[in-house]
């Protein structure tokens, strides 16, 4: 008999249906986390339902949503609930997705309001089929969002643009006040890992960012227990730091379903800690290295510390 479970799975992924199943393995003591009860959870849940919102937390299955719900910090994921990418490491839905909903900005510029919210994440899904990429939806969003809460600070998670020549500008001229484009892994892994996403091209979107301005802080991720070498994340590192990116997250990753990627190891926290001392002597002004570290979590405080440690290095 057909679970419910996997009839979720064949809708969520239907191109992940034809692999061969990885069994999850058992998490660590140190990943595990224990289920949401605060009652402001159940408050920033029902304002998503309300506003008819996505959010990465809910879609991407993050470990952290309990805590960072219960503190109103809700990463919002706009441009649809299906990505038109097939990454064997996420748990977004994939297919062909919606026409873009024109009266999106206006409804998460609202909920950013209603939160009272310090710091803002906004993310999205790969949109290859829109000619853009989603650049002028960016820019709408960021622009409601200044409108509606103008204390605010706004932190953009986007997509690669690839193939989309003139997105980027479009969406720097929004000016955000962090830029975050996540690598996820070491640039051998990408064939397996992140097949429709090309090494290179999202470094190179980071670099281009610094480039049109230098003001904007600029943010990227990688995932650790793909199958990566240290040597390789040292590599990865490098590059960034070429590319003058600022901060440095660096989290476990884990397994969605059984058609997901396997976890090749779960790396311990005090091979995260190595990692994070070894990010801050390359250069980077602000690192996040634990099993939990996503590209959103703790990021308003996160995001107070990297401008602290910008104006240090400006009033040397």
């Not at 706004?154 to 193939?163: H, N, S």
């Not at 470094?203 to 070498?229: A, C, W």
């Not at 990627?261 to 990692?275: L, Y």
């Amino acid at each position: 008999m057909t679970t419910r479970i996997e009839i979720d799975h064949r809708v969520r992924h239907p191109e992940k249906q034809g692999r061969p199943d990885n069994p999850i393995q058992r998490k660590p003591s140190w990943i595990r986390v224990k289920a949401p009860t605060n009652p402001v959870y159940h408050e920033t849940h029902a304002l998503m339902r309300e506003k008819k919102l996505t959010t990465v937390c809910e879609e991407a299955a993050c470990p952290n949503i309990g805590e960072c719900w219960s503190q109103r910090h809700a990463t919002m994921m706009i441009m649809g609930e299906i990505c038109t990418r097939a990454c064997s490491f996420c748990n977004v839905s994939t297919g062909l997705p919606a026409p873009l909903d024109a009266d999106e900005p206006r409804r998460v510029a609202e909920a950013v309001a209603q939160l009272d919210l310090r710091h803002v994440v906004i993310t999205s899904v790969d949109r290859d089929d829109v000619a853009d990429g989603g650049a002028a939806h960016f820019a709408s969003v960021i622009n409601a969002v200044r409108e509606a809460a103008p204390g605010v600070t706004i932190e953009i998670l986007t997509p690669d643009f690839l193939r989309k020549p003139g997105a980027l500008e479009v969406v720097v001229a929004a000016r955000p006040d962090v830029f975050n484009h996540n690598l996820e892994t070491v640039p051998r892994l990408y064939p397996s890992i992140r097949p429709g996403a090309r090494y290179y091209q999202s470094l190179r979107l980071l670099d281009r960012v610094k480039q049109l301005d230098p003001s904007i802080f600029t943010k990227s991720g990688v995932m650790l227990g793909l199958g990566e070498t240290k040597p390789e994340i040292g590599q990865v590192m490098d590059d960034l730091r070429i590319a003058d990116v600022d901060f440095l997250t660096v989290g476990q990753y884990l397994q969605p379903t059984v058609k997901h990627a396997a976890v090749d190891r779960f790396v311990t926290p005090e091979e995260f800690d190595e990692i994070a001392a070894t990010a801050r002597a390359k250069g980077f002004l602000q690192v996040s290295s634990t099993p939990l570290t996503r590209s959103s979590y703790h990021a308003d405080t996160d995001f107070a510390a990297l401008r602290a440690a910008r104006n240090k290095v400006l009033a040397v």
